[in-house]
């Protein structure tokens, strides 16, 4: 089964840094772009950018652009987000989700999500 | 950026009865391969989204028929022919055709 395994809630006070993950399972990990999506309390979806774990190709939303990090570990098929110094706005969800390329262009798998809370 | 308007924001449905999701993109979505890269997802209280109608109107595995969707250029247009009890969310049209991709607003389907 193909699977993309979140890692858990995270509570940080601001200026704290963080890395949230997400484990693939039951597929090519390197065969396919990874994205993460945030949802902020009550809000829609924002796409914040993709990874590519074979050779680590990244694309980000300039509205992220400078704010996260994209990352990924393929020898341990996970991919990570994360902050060097957080902020209360970036209280949200955050979704991964697996791509699929070439020619299509969608994200079939998504991860449970992994909820950040940042407050004082 | 391209910009996803979608219609209603809200949509009360009685069960059994249709509905419908309209997407209009902000520019055209054919991308330079001659795909449409329209994309729409649903996400019930409390789950992640989930991948519901691919390239304007490819159905994902396990997607019931009742779900269609259609549309080309600028405008899009998701249908669920009998709404469920089961039906009820958010549902998110996404653009994939050009960097960054950007999502609608989203639409509430619920009960009346």
């Known amino acids: 089964e193909v699977q993309l395994v979140q890692s858990g809630a995270e509570v940080k006070k601001p200026g704290e840094s963080l890395k949230i993950s997400c484990k693939g399972s039951g597929y090519s990990f390197t065969s396919y772009w990874i994205g993460w999506v945030r949802q902020m309390p009550g809000k829609g979806l924002e796409w914040m950018g993709i990874?590519?774990?074979?050779?680590?190709?990244?694309r980000y939303s300039p509205s992220f652009q400078g704010q996260v990090t994209i990352s990924a570990d393929k020898s341990i098929s996970t991919a990570y987000l994360q902050w060097s110094s957080l902020k209360a706005s970036d209280t949200a969800m955050y979704y991964c989700?697996?791509?699929?390329?070439?020619?299509?262009?969608?994200?079939?798998?998504w991860g449970k999500g992994t909820t950040v809370t940042v407050s004082s | 950026d391209i910009v996803m308007t979608q219609t209603p924001l809200s949509s009360p449905v009685t069960l059994g009865q249709p509905a419908s999701i309209s997407c209009r993109s902000s520019?055209?979505?054919?991308?330079?391969?001659?795909?449409?890269?329209l994309s729409w997802l649903q996400q019930r209280p409390g789950q992640p989204p989930r991948l519901l109608i691919y390239k304007i109107s490819n159905r994902f595995s396990g997607v019931p028929d009742r779900f269609s969707g259609s549309g080309a250029g600028t405008d899009f247009t998701l249908k669920i022919s009998r709404v469920e009890a089961e039906d009820v969310g958010v549902y998110y049209c996404m653009q994939a055709t050009q960097f960054p991709w950007t999502f609608g607003q989203g639409t509430k389907v619920e009960i009346k």
């Open positions: 990874i590519y774990p074979g050779d680590s190709d990244t």
């Open positions: 989700a697996r791509l699929v390329g070439s020619g299509s262009y969608y994200m079939d798998v």
């Open positions: 520019q055209s979505l054919v991308h330079s391969d001659g795909n449409t890269y």
